[in-house]
């Protein structure tokens, strides 16, 4: 029996890709990178009026920066704060399908194609993580019809947060149109009920 030669990328099934298995993936990558960076910029809108409405630093002092503390903000949000909290099921269900997609974007966004997986037809994603002179790499496999189904759920998210915004929006403009005595009695109400 003879061996198969090493094509310097590890087991036998796994081998270079070749420019057709890497177009097939060109397409529902930019996709899924595309329409995430369309949610991250209306998370960052909600996340933004939030603070405006004084809402957010009840929430964390800070705004959050990454990703993954945007995530934890609105997590924390919709389970404790007035306004977000009547959005409660919807939220924590966001954020549940979110997860998984935002592994899968680091993942594309922070790795390198380095071979396909015959076996399970999939792509190997190496990522590079250099601390302390010392390299550590990790690889993930990820799939033609994983990417495009997180690209498709990443869309249908988008649309969430947006009907939230619209919901934020409206909130802010009963508030903005209230006189300063309707304002301080809403507070007081908030404030005896807990809420702020």
């Known amino acids: ?61 800070k705004k959050p920066r990454t990703l993954e503390e945007k995530r934890d903000f609105m997590k924390k949000g919709f389970a404790k704060r007035y306004y977000l909290s009547t959005h409660k099921e919807r939220g924590a269900k966001l954020i549940a399908e979110l997860n998984p997609i935002i592994d899968i974007r680091h993942t594309i966004a922070h790795g390198y194609i380095t071979a396909f997986d015959t076996k399970r037809n999939k792509v190997v994603f190496t990522m590079d993580d250099t601390r302390r002179n010392t390299t550590v790499q990790t690889k993930k496999l990820l799939g033609l019809n994983q990417i495009k189904k997180a690209a498709a759920d990443i869309h249908r998210l988008t ?3 947006t009907s939230l915004a619209r919901f934020l929006h409206e909130i802010m403009r009963e508030l903005h149109e209230m006189t300063p005595e309707e304002l301080l009695k809403e507070l007081k109400e908030r404030a005896m009920e807990g809420k702020i």
């Open 159 to 161: 649309w969430n947060l």
């Open 1 to 61: 029996m003879g061996r198969k030669p090493d094509t310097g990328v590890g087991p036998p099934h796994l081998k270079e890709i070749d420019n057709e298995t890497l177009e097939t993936f060109y397409q529902p990558i930019g996709k899924l990178m595309v329409s995430f960076a369309i949610f991250e910029t209306v998370l960052n809108h909600n996340i933004d009026m939030l603070y405006l409405m004084g809402e957010g630093r009840h929430i964390q002092a």
